[in-house]
């Protein structure tokens, strides 16, 4: 599912948004804290999923919706104000509850299948479900989903590295070392680029904390998956660190 809310919404800019047909994973969404719903559209569709105990329940509603006749609208005069999380604890426990559920959704909406979804957009400002494709759907056992977003990448890379290091000495691990290393470097600019390009290390502590967060989304949405029978390897945010 796509975490990186505002952004969404700026990619889809004003009035109705683009709907989808590639994958129910990346279907356009609207969070319940800044969403209005008809009654009619919740008299048709139903309410809330009360399984979703911590987050999810926004997306599910909005999956259903969009396989009906109901569309939706961003309006972006609407001024809605929030209370953020004040602690790291505070943080880390939402994103935990955030990637708890998302598997839930994913088999609940999906037949049993191996689904690869690809964003070939670097721009933040395009973290878009637009910009999102299904590379791959085929059947299998039981439901699986990954994201190839720069955060797997990044960590495909490291291990190769890693890899090449404990070869150290061989002929094999001399040939490898120099190709991830390079790739490294290159994967780990969406969360180090401003940090890097513009020599301003005040971005750090940010990279360090979006670095962190996006692990504790990871693993809890695996570790929730493997718990009801799926393999959900989930989105990041892979836009610029700002």
Not at 32 to 49: C, H, M, T
Not at 66 to 79: C, G, H, M, P
Not at 108 to 133: A, G, I, M, Q
Not at 198 to 205: A, E, G, H, Q, V
Request: hydrophobic share 40%; charged share 20%.
């Amino acid at each position: 599912m796509i975490p990186n809310i505002l952004a969404t919404l700026r990619g889809y800019g004003k009035g109705y948004v683009h709907k989808s047909d590639a994958s129910v994973m990346i279907q356009p969404m609207f969070p319940a804290a800044n969403l209005a719903i008809r009654r009619s559209a919740l008299d048709e569709v139903g309410p809330f999923d009360t399984l979703c105990r911590t987050s999810g329940e926004d997306n599910d509603l909005c999956i259903r919706m969009l396989r009906t006749r109901w569309e939706l609208f961003y309006e972006e005069r609407a001024v809605v104000r929030h209370k953020h999380r004040s602690s790291l604890k505070g943080l880390l426990k939402q994103w935990h509850g955030y990637g708890t559920f998302h598997p839930h959704i994913f088999k609940k909406h999906t037949p049993k299948c191996l689904e690869v979804v690809y964003h070939n957009d670097r721009s933040l400002l395009s973290w878009s479900s637009r910009r999102f494709h299904r590379i791959l759907g085929i059947p299998v056992p039981f439901p699986m989903l990954v994201f190839i977003t720069p955060f797997y990448v990044l960590h495909a890379f490291l291990g190769l590295l890693l890899l090449t290091l404990l070869m150290d000495g061989t002929s094999g691990g001399d040939r490898l070392r120099g190709g991830p290393g390079v790739w490294l470097y290159y994967s780990a600019g969406p969360f180090l680029r401003n940090c890097i390009g513009k020599r301003d290390l005040r971005w750090f502590p940010f990279a360090a904390l979006r670095y962190l967060v996006n692990w504790v989304f990871v693993l809890s949405a695996f570790w929730a998956g493997v718990k009801i029978g799926v393999i959900y390897l989930g989105c990041t945010r892979g836009g610029e660190c700002r």
